[in-house]
T-cell receptor
Framework: DAGITQSPRYKITETGRQVTLMCHQTWSHSYMFWYRQDLGHGLRLIYYSAAADITDKGEVPDGYVVSRSKTENFPLTLESATRSQTSVYFC?????????????FGQGTRLTVV | RKEVEQDPGPFNVPEGATVAFNCTYSNSASQSFFWYRQDCRKEPKLLMSVYSSGNEDGRFTAQLNRASQYISLLIRDSKLSDSATYLCVVNMNTGFQKLVFGTGTRLLVSP
């Protein structure tokens, strides 16, 4: 199916483990984003990418690593998971970085770190 | 002060009611504004962009007041299906598409 998909949808992991969240889009959008959503906070940007091999930090990047070797994929890795990284993670993409461009979101990954 | 602030609600209204949400933003240089809708445990989806002149889409009207730095969303003739959380989103125009999200306003429409 076309669109933007995330996997897994749900994940439980232990403190200290490395975990990778996957994001795949079929529109060939240039921009891709990772957000986390927590109670009391709006969605907060973790990392974004303007194109393949171009990534940059967002508001809350500590403890996360991203890569973008192909336009359609933008995995997010938690190098050593902590309980504070328990959250809902949303991947998004947009056609360009222009101001009024709509962002399309994946269905989210609910991550619990125990 | 948060960059984008919203009343979290919930707003409980009967079907057919008119309800309005406000949102304030702190960066006066912000250039673009949106309302996104998020259903429970789902992803956000664009409801409408907000333009300086105000814009309407069916039962939904969005207004922007740059002088006071606030954005509003008016929903007329509320439907049960309008129950959701409405996210105010501002593009801070820092050279890339930096969308800053409010925490959302929850709307519950009852029969």
């Amino acid at each position: 199916d076309a669109g933007i998909t995330q996997s897994p949808r749900y994940k439980i992991t232990e403190t200290g483990r490395q975990v990778t969240l996957m994001c795949h889009q079929t529109w060939s959008h240039s921009y891709m984003f990772w957000y986390r959503q927590d109670l009391g906070h709006g969605l907060r940007l973790i990392y974004y990418s303007a194109a393949a091999d171009i990534t940059d930090k967002g508001e809350v990047p500590d403890g996360y690593v991203v890569s973008r070797s192909k336009t359609e994929n933008f995995p997010l890795t938690l190098e050593s998971a902590t309980r504070s990284q328990t959250s809902v993670y949303f991947c998004a993409s947009s056609e360009s970085g222009e101001m009024n461009t709509e962002a399309f979101f994946g269905q989210g990954t609910r991550l619990t770190v125990v | 002060r948060k960059e984008v602030e919203q009343d979290p609600g919930p707003f409980n209204v009967p079907e057919g009611a008119t309800v309005a949400f406000n949102c304030t933003y702190s960066n006066s240089a912000s250039q673009s504004f949106f309302w996104y809708r998020q259903d429970c445990r789902k992803e956000p989806k664009l409801l409408m962009s907000v333009y300086s002149s105000g814009n309407e889409d069916g039962r939904f009207t969005a207004q922007l007041n740059r002088a006071s730095q606030y954005i509003s969303l008016l929903i007329r003739d509320s439907k049960l299906s309008d129950s959701a959380t409405y996210l105010c989103v501002v593009n801070m125009n820092t050279g890339f598409q930096k969308l800053v999200f409010g925490t959302g306003t929850r709307l519950l429409v009852s029969p």
